[in-house]
Antibody, heavy 123, light 108 residues
Framework: QVQLVQSGAEMKKPGASVKVSCKASGYTFTTYYVHWVRQAPGQGLEWMGIINPNGGRTSYAKNFQGRVTLTSDASTTTVYMELSSLGSEDTAMYYC????????????????WGRGTLVTVSS | DIVLTQSPGTLSLSPGERATLSCRASQTIGNSYLAWYQQKPGQALRLLIFGASSRASGIPDRFSGSGSGTDFTLTISRLEPEDFAVYYCQQYDNSPLTFGGGTKVEIK
């Protein structure tokens, strides 16, 4: 089954870091880029960045540069999103989403989404 | 950054009615690189339309997309009970990728 399965909910204190995983299955992992998008409670969607699991090339949204790191592990077909220096404004649902591949643009729509990981930042 | 403005914020309709959702961009979206997604509570987002007017795999033909440049529309020809949800447009022409604020289609 083609799917992205994300890790479970996290509770963090202000100033801490969080690392969320996204395990891909049912397709060739290194063929598609993976985006990360977040959604604060009751809010819209915010794009964070993209990674190419084949080689590790990344691009980040300016709002997150310096605080977010995307990595991938082809041996486990898993992509990771680490966000540091957490504040209450980072409380959100974090989604991974499959993007384009070598036959499409670097920035592309997402045809497959994970169900999300809730990250709560509170003292 | 390209700002996408969706209207209306909420659409109250009955099953069987037609829904027309608008997405307006702050600048021209090249190549009509605009997508539409459906979001339901507790479920993964679902791609409906890409390239402004191409239906994604498995999407019923009651969903259609149109538009170009700065004005785009998602139309649901006859609402089914499972179509009541929140809909987002997204542009993937430029970084950062951006989304509209969403339109909630609710049962009247």
């Amino acid at each position: 089954q083609v799917q992205l399965v994300q890790s479970g909910a996290e509770m963090k204190k202000p100033g801490a870091s969080v690392k969320v995983s996204c395990k891909a299955s049912g397709y060739t992992f290194t063929t598609y880029y993976v985006h990360w998008v977040r959604q604060a409670p009751g809010q819209g969607l915010e794009w964070m960045g993209i990674i190419n699991p084949n080689g590790g090339r990344t691009s980040y949204a300016k709002n997150f540069q310096g605080r977010v790191t995307l990595t991938s592990d082809a041996s486990t077909t898993t992509v990771y999103m680490e966000l540091s220096s957490l504040g209450s404004e980072d409380t959100a649902m974090y989604y991974c989403a499959r993007g384009g591949g070598q036959n499409s643009g670097w920035y592309w729509y997402s045809d497959l989404w994970g169900r999300g990981t809730l990250v709560t930042v509170s003292s | 950054d390209i700002v996408l403005t969706q209207s209306p914020g909420t659409l109250s309709l009955s099953p069987g009615e037609r829904a027309t959702l608008s997405c307006r961009a702050s600048q021209t979206i090249g190549n009509s690189y605009l997508a539409w997604y459906q979001q339901k509570p507790g479920q993964a987002l679902r791609l409906l339309i890409f390239g402004a007017s191409s239906r994604a795999s498995g999407i019923p033909d009651r969903f259609s997309g149109s538009g170009s440049g700065t004005d785009f529309t998602l139309t649901i020809s006859r609402l089914e009970p499972e179509d009541f949800a929140v809909y987002y447009c997204q542009q993937y022409d430029n970084s950062p990728l951006t989304f509209g604020g969403g339109t909630k289609v609710e049962i009247k």
